[in-house]
């Protein structure tokens, strides 16, 4: 199937290289239907500055709303936000939960910033064993709907994106996948769909989606629900490697794909 639904991407109101306009136009010229944009939530307890503060979050919220009257009828597009466990809860039409930063002896340890900071974090702070830091990754990840009331899980296990290859510890092993499951479980029976997420892709750090197979299996055996998303923060990545995303889901096991719907909530559709 063509995907033509994409519902993580970024603009410049955070991180994102291209503002919502040139997002919107992308999204429509490449045939998409249904378009998100969650830019991300105030991150300022980590890096002051980033992300929408409440002034900038209602700016934003106006931009998007004028582009929705434009596109009306040509394009459905949604307001999003993208809140991080440890920040502050703002509001928007649907939210993202993502954990982006571990709090451990009073510092702060973002997990997807440079592979060289996080093994150097996970050195002095846990004594350079990974399965701990893991550990605490996910019991922290495993509060996420507890903390933002979100709509849906991004980027699940984060903490891998400079992980290709298992180079700095074995996604199979027990005592990763241990904590994982149990995070997992615990926000799949909050209901909260999954998304599968492209943007280490895109952005040179991975060859494959989040999260990992083995992830994946066990989140169709649980009867979980999945999105494909993009994480985008350009409009020319929009929509980045879905075609293996899908492939990567229908071989876990998936046979539905869950999308946001007009008007509120979600709605099914079949994959492939």
Known sequence: MRITGDFHTHTTYCDGKSTARQMVEAAYRMGMTDFGISSHADFSYYEPGFG??????????????????????????????????????????YAIGSTHCVEKNGVYVCVDESEELLAGWVERLWGGDWYAFARDYFELEATVWDRTHCDFVGHFD???????????????????????????????????????????MSRG???????????????????????????????????????????????CGFRRLTLLAPGGGFREVELG
């Not at 929705?68 to 394009?75: P, Q, S, T």
């Not at 169709?220 to 985008?232: E, L, P, T, Y």
């Open 205 to 251: 750090a991975r060859t494959a989606p989040y999260p990992n197979p083995i992830l994946l299996r066990e989140l169709c055996a649980m009867g979980g629900r999945i999105m494909i998303n993009s994480d985008s923060h350009r409009a020319d990545t929009i929509g980045w490697a879905f075609d293996q995303a899908a492939k990567l889901a229908w071989d």
């Open 52 to 93: 929408m503060s409440d002034e900038k979050l209602a700016q934003y919220q106006a931009e998007l709303e004028g582009l929705r009257e434009e596109y009306a009828g040509k394009l459905n597009l949604y307001i999003g936000i993208e809140l991080d466990c440890l920040g502050p809860v703002q509001k928007a039409e």
């Open 158 to 200: 984060l903490l891998t994106k400079f992980n290709e290859g298992y180079r700095n510890f074995d996604e199979t092993r027990d005592e990763y996948l241990e904590p994982a499951l149990a995070a997992m479980k615990r926000l799949n029976d909050a209901c909260l769909p999954f998304e599968i997420n492209t943007g280490a």
